[in-house]
């Protein structure tokens, strides 16, 4: 998956970026964001991205009161986010390393909020354990995941997709607390076919 998302993002090619800028999306992960920030004021703590591509929903993190680490394997992609940040002028960490390895990158700890637009289900079974590992370490003791997935299917380079089974046997003391479908609507008929949804987990 890394030389797939290496070479798109050098022809420009990313329509799960695309996907987080129609209307209905941005609606529901707005109403996902508001929820963890209710009865709570700015700054907000900690939050951090998983593959965050070109910093679209790191950098609208930083603009509601977080203080947002973000990590993506692809220096372009980095490049960019760094780039749209700085055009946004808020603050935001981005570093270049592999969401299976995060501690690696020194990220340090104590996140509250874990994003994962659509990261984890592109992996492998193992590859998957190794970043619920990896995210648990770094995770504060009431942290929460919000993570993007297909449902589980055969699609060539594209992410494999995981079921909310993968996702809970791969982030080990960790339980899906709610799911929801992701909103599709006005998007291309292959991202509708996916059957993505939204889980939120929290510690068991």
């Not at 780039?83 to 390393?97: H, I, P, T």
């Not at 970043?131 to 009431?142: C, K, M, Y």
């Not at 339980?175 to 059957?195: M, Q, Y």
Request: charged share 25%; hydrophobic share 40%.
């Amino acid at each position: 998956m890394s030389l797939f998302y290496s070479v798109a993002y050098r022809l420009g090619f990313a329509p799960w970026e695309h996907a987080g800028t129609h209307p209905p999306a941005v609606r529901q992960i707005t109403a996902l964001f508001e929820r963890e920030e209710r009865g709570r004021r700015a700054p907000f703590g900690s939050a951090l991205d998983l593959g965050c591509g070109r910093g679209q929903w790191a950098v609208t993190l930083a603009q509601r009161g977080w203080s947002v680490t973000a990590v993506d394997l692809v220096p372009r992609a980095i490049e960019a986010a760094r780039a749209r940040a700085r055009a946004a002028d808020v603050e935001a960490l981005f570093l270049q390393g592999n969401v299976t390895r995060l501690r690696e990158t020194g990220i340090g700890g104590g996140f509250r909020l874990v994003w994962d637009f659509g990261t984890v289900h592109g992996l492998d079974p193992e590859q998957r354990q190794a970043v619920g590992r990896e995210v648990s370490a770094v995770a504060a003791d009431d942290a929460t995941i919000l993570m993007l997935a297909w449902a589980p299917g055969r699609r060539g380079p594209l992410p494999r997709g995981a079921s909310r089974r993968d996702l809970e046997s791969a982030f080990e003391g960790w339980t899906v607390t709610d799911e929801e479908p992701f909103d599709t609507t006005g998007l291309p008929a292959p991202l509708r076919n996916v059957h993505p949804r939204v889980y939120r987990l929290r510690r068991a």
